[in-house]
């Protein structure tokens, strides 16, 4: 076995010098629970594991003064489910981090690693697209803030540049009448990857919908904006034909490959069924919020 | 090699280990507490649940170096042969397995599952995600996902935990 050195900074600054020190031999280590997977398949061999979690800000939850969340990018899937009005505000986010792994995996894994992951068919990620979520990043040369659908680059590959860590997620604040909500399309009932994955917000007045996002996941090399199914449905009552053009906008911005777990015909198929029920539980949401 | 303290079951152990340890091959192989099994050894048999810090992860997927200071509640912690934990006993009552390979971590799963129920905590499975989270057989089920019995000794296991929780605390 090589040698491998464990930090664990109290603080960012330390954690980027670090990371940065080590020139891409280094490796964040959020909830471990993809990490170490990864490295005892040999998939990666990091000869420095840099432990995020003890850097406050990136453990904590936060409400913003304009109504919206800060979360920390180490901030595992239990806490947010423990916290008293997250849930409640992005029952849809909520729902998505609740289905990544088991409540084991939930106890450790971050939706921060969740996206770095990179995987394409990362639960909470079309969830955090559809929230309108920002993330702020820093690296060597400062800090940056990005949309999340920006992140993700490839299976396993991210755009953030090197010596960059992914810092938090920043949540909007809701107005009245909103709702989001994440479905997605598994062979069994739980523990499974997504074969498509939906996250839609929505906010309605009057039954007219006046703000919407998209989100689609495993059915790109990364999860997917999808601003023409938005605009179908922004000025819409949910009619049936904004309806089917949302799904038909969900069905065209599918790029999906043909695998064990669906075929390219089977998930270009399913992303329009997902939005059709996805939107109706945002709007539900949305009609009691 | 790292050093880690951990208070295992109410006691400080101190460790010299390799950074890539994991929690569970530090219970097991030097602090033989050999109850926590290794299944699949990657996150998705549960047999390695333990509690950290009073929530319920898989030892195998993480790295004891991440605890150090952390309170480690394992199945040796829970209850003894001549003490049985509630769930241990109604595990035993309901027949909750066959080989009891998995056990130690469905008895883990399943006291932290009715703790987060009673704390509120909602699962996938909650509908309704402004109301308290029901315990119903459908949540009990959801919420013990993460672990996997290859005998199928599943109704068991929720008969079992639905006995412990319909005791009065």
Redesign the interface.
Known sequence: ?TD???L?PGTLDEAVNAFAAAAGAARI?AG??DL??Q??AGVVRPGV?V?I?KIAEMTTIEETPEGGFRIGAAVSG?RL??HPRF??AW?GV??AV??I?????Q??ASPGGNLCNASPAGDSVPAMIAAGAVVTVQGPHGRRQMPVEAVPAGPGRTNLTPGEILVSFTLPPRPAGSGDAYLRMIPR???DIAVVGCGVSLTLEGGKVTAARVGLGAVAPTPLLVGPAAEALIGSRLEEEALAAAAAACSAACRPIDDKRGTIAYRTKVAGVLLRRTAAIAAERAGRA | MSRVTLRVNGEERSLELDPRTTLLDALREQLQLTGSKKGCDHGQCGACTVMVEGRRIYSCLTLAVMHDGEAVTTIEGLGRPDALHPMQAAFVKHDGYQCGYCTPGQICASVATLQEIEAGIPSHVTADLTAAPQLTAEEIRERMSGNICRCGAYSNIVEAITEVAGRPA
């Open positions: 076995m491998i050195r464990y664990a280590l471990g629970t170490l997977v490295m005892r594991i432990d979690k239990a489910a423990e849930g409640k029952p909520l729902e609740n289905l792994g088991s409540k084991q995996v106890g450790r009932t739980e523990m």
